[in-house]
């Protein structure tokens, strides 16, 4: 299967700062998804993103599909943004998607 | 809107004893259906997927099977519950005419097998 990499693993981060989180996958994918996981364990969908850069509020994604990366941007953080971000990706044609182990963030006040 | 279903939230089972969580999708008709599980701290492991009724792939062989009775049902069981089976559950749906297959989770059951 696809191999995906996260990093950093963990992330501590004070209100108000910025960070780039970033996805590395070791095939040709079509579908590629950034997800938030909250304390309850909710995933929330943030960004479908196969290919160039998205935007939505303080959360913004980009992929460079021919290098194999996609990297999500968190800007002035807040504590709510605490959770795992996870980065999935996929083949539709072959209905599997695979995870990365995702990014605890931690934000302090 | 579609609206994704998952019960029990939390369970608790003795080792031994059979297992049966539901996903059920509103809101939608013909989506393919996945089944993953995370342990602690862990990424998502995609256990099952579907694209139809009594239509099932299984991706990692185990303790567990599945089943999609209806369109927009999809179940998974256990016969005898080990203690590796415990974990958070996952059921989430997508719908192939969007052309993009997206995947949306439903609020998962936390599994605690004894």
């Known amino acids: 299967g696809i191999q995906v990499e996260q990093s950093p693993p963990d992330l501590i981060l004070q209100e108000g700062a910025n960070s780039t989180l970033r996805c590395n996958f070791s095939?040709?994918?079509?579908?590629l998804q950034w997800f938030h996981q909250n304390p309850w364990g909710q995933l929330i969908n943030l960004f479908y993103i196969p290919s160039g850069t998205k935007q939505n509020g303080r959360l913004s994604a980009t992929t460079v599909a021919t290098e194999r990366y996609s990297l999500l941007y968190i800007s002035s953080s807040q504590t709510t943004d605490s959770g795992v971000y996870f980065c999935a990706v996929g083949l539709y044609n072959f209905n599997k998607f695979y995870f990365g182990s995702g990014t605890k963030l931690n934000v302090k006040p | 809107s579609q609206t994704i279903h998952q019960w029990p939230a939390t369970l608790v089972q003795p080792v031994g004893s059979p297992l049966s969580l539901e996903c059920t999708v509103e809101g939608t008709s013909n989506p393919n259906l996945y089944w993953y599980r995370q342990a602690a701290g862990r990424g998502l492991q995609l256990l099952f997927y579907?694209?139809?009724?009594?239509?099932i792939s299984s991706e990692v062989p185990q303790n567990l099977s599945a089943s999609r009775p209806q369109d927009r049902q999809f179940i998974l069981s256990s016969k005898k519950l080990l203690l590796s089976d415990s974990g958070f559950y996952l059921c989430?749906?997508?719908?192939?005419?969007?052309?993009?297959?997206?995947?949306?989770f439903g609020p998962g059951t936390r599994l605690t097998v004894t």
């Open positions: 989430a749906w997508s719908v192939f005419p969007r052309r993009t297959y997206e995947q949306y």
């Open positions: 095939d040709s994918v079509n579908n």
């Open positions: 579907s694209v139809g009724i009594g239509q």
